[in-house]
């Protein structure tokens, strides 16, 4: 008997997964609109993404091929708990390698890879609510919502500006989809954002402890606020990957020695390893 | 000549209990109406009620709006009203904590209505709330401090300014001096009847310091138990009061 058979299909059972897949149905309907959803108990910690695991469980199939990203790698505590999560209770091929990923779940990043319509992307979402820095009750938040009033995500970045004389939010920066509902993209770089329109992949965002659960269809339109005179800019470090030489990915500053040497390596490891691979080597390469 | 507010049959009951009942008037363009009463005679839920902040059980509150003219602002879908409470309508609180963003600095509190209608260029809107703190008296160098480290009086025209940069037509005010020190109070009265006079606003007061109204108001609404008791031109209303209740509200005043 293998493991997998202990538990249902995804370890929920099937009428959660309707009800979870009822939302995701709901939420790519309204692109960015936050539905409501009976999150349920995961056996392991809010803070580990219980929202994105129940949607990725709500999703794969038994063909499915799933990759989990915990800041652009695939290797730490994080995604390989719910990498191993999802080879016990699916029995799911995994990978690493985001071109053979069926279902990715992502903490923090966009694979620097351009996803494909056969591809589905899954947030894990802590704060769902963009409003909720200036506006703590849930009442008039749902209110600013259902009537597009929007003038309050314009007031937290004025004051990034006459604080850091620029926009200073880097993470979780908001966007405006299709024109209509403002959404937070979960605490992504602001570098990712130019990613998250106009993508052929599937967008599904969980939040576990908010219950709610949003998505972006294939080739959403999502622009990231800003100002005339101040706008968007995606924005990295100056540097090319020390390991792959990249000058247009996400990069990560690693501290090397007591000395205080430092690298700028691909936060997306299986990218930077791809192109190692390829033979791009960069200055601080072995 | 179309008033700018005409309130019709505004009744507000707390289940058996009469917030107001049955108010009716006119306020046309560049007046000030003064409210006023002794404590729980139902101004600040007319005041509510006019504001689309309550919901009143009868009654109609028509504005003349801008684009389509004399509306029942009781009856219009909500974002309309919404808008129009960021557009025309003003509404300055007595707290001035409950109409200010306590964490927001002062330029963006001032900001925020610029921005609630589509500004987009941060040059301008910092340009346009430093204008307006001027205009209230408060040190343009102050514009990126938080409401938290002013005074009393500052929050109060920090409120002001706030409501005032998209030049509304009509304000609604509760007790807008309450709850500050006399010398304070005396200088945002004449701070406002300045305003009311350069902007050619009209306004409505909710107060129970006569003085106020002496200074501020064209007429004059006296309130007792949820209804007025009395109604005419401020002086006429003050120096020479026909209801029981405004003689005897008058002349309490007189005595302080
Ligand atoms: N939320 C409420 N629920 C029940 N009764 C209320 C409520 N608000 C006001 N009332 C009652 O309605 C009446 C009118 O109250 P209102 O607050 O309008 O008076 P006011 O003239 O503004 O008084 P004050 O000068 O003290 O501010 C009072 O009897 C008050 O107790
Ligand atoms: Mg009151
Ligand atoms: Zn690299």
Redesign the interface.
């Known amino acids: 008997m293998t493991e997998a058979s202990e538990y249902n299909f995804a370890y929920l059972d099937e009428q959660t997964k309707r009800m979870i897949r009822r939302a995701i149905l709901k939420g790519l309907a309204i692109p960015g609109y936050q539905v409501p959803f009976a999150s349920r108990e995961m056996p392991m910690p809010y803070g580990w993404g219980t929202g994105g695991v129940q949607v990725s469980a709500a999703v794969l199939t038994p063909d499915d091929t799933f990759k989990v990203i915990d800041q652009g790698a695939d290797d730490t505590t994080n995604a390989v708990s719910i990498r191993s999560f999802f080879e016990r209770t699916a029995g799911v091929e995994t990978t690493t390698a985001t071109s053979e990923a069926s279902v990715i779940q992502t903490r923090h990043r966009i694979p620097e890879e351009p996803l494909t319509e056969d591809q589905i992307l899954v947030y894990q979402v802590p704060i769902p609510e963009p409003l909720r820095f200036?506006e703590p009750r849930e009442s008039e938040t749902r209110k600013m919502h259902s009537?597009e009033?929007y003038?309050?995500m314009?007031?937290k970045l004025?004051?990034d500006?006459?604080?850091h004389g620029h926009i200073a939010t880097s993470y979780a920066y908001p966007v405006k989809v299709e024109g209509s509902y403002v959404m937070d993209p979960s605490p992504i770089p602001k570098f990712d954002n130019p990613k998250l329109g106009d993508m052929a992949a599937i967008q599904l965002f969980g939040a576990g402890r908010e219950q709610r659960i949003y998505a972006l269809p294939p080739y959403t339109q999502v622009a990231s606020l800003?100002?005339?005179?101040?706008p968007f800019e995606a924005s990295k470090a100056d540097h090319p990957c020390g390991l792959c030489d990249a000058t247009d990915s996400y990069l990560d500053e690693v501290i090397m020695d007591d000395q205080g040497g430092r690298m700028f390596v691909c936060s997306d490891t299986d990218y930077c390893e791809a192109r190692r691979a390829a033979g791009h080597k960069g200055k601080d390469a072995a | 000549m179309t008033p700018l507010l005409s309130v019709q049959g505004i009744t507000k009951r707390y289940g058996a209990h009469i917030g107001c009942a049955d108010v009716s008037f006119d306020l046309y363009p560049g007046e000030v109406m003064g409210i006023v009463g002794e404590s729980g005679s139902g101004k600040s839920t007319l005041l509510n009620c006019m504001a689309g902040h309550l919901a009143p059980d009868t009654g109609q509150v028509v504005f003349d709006t801008r684009a389509d003219g004399p509306k029942d602002t009781i009856t219009m879908s909500e974002p309309e009203r919404r808008m129009l409470g960021r557009t025309d309508w003003a509404f300055v609180h007595q707290h001035a904590r409950d109409g200010l963003r306590m964490g927001v600095s002062a330029g963006g509190n001032v900001g925020e209505r610029l921005m609630a209608v589509g500004e987009r260029h941060y040059g301008d809107i910092r340009g346009k709330a430093t204008d307006w703190l001027e205009r209230v008296e408060i040190d343009a160098g102050r514009v990126d401090d938080r409401p938290t480290t002013f005074s009393g009086g500052m929050q109060q025209r920090l409120q002001i300014a706030r409501n005032l940069v998209t030049g509304p037509r009509l304000v609604f005010m509760d007790e807008p001096t309450g709850g500050l020190d006399v010398s304070v109070q005396a200088r945002l009265l004449d701070l406002l009847r300045g305003l009311v006079r350069d902007m050619g606003l009209s306004a409505i007061i909710v107060t129970h310091d006569l003085a106020v109204v002496r200074l501020l108001a064209d007429r004059l609404m006296v309130m007792k138990s949820g209804r007025v008791v009395e109604a005419g031109l401020t002086d006429q209303v003050l120096d020479d009061p026909q209801h029981a209740y405004s003689q005897l509200l008058v002349s309490s005043v007189l005595q302080v």
């Open positions: 200036l009537l009033e003038g309050l314009h007031v004025y004051e500006i006459s604080r800003d100002f005339e005179d101040h």
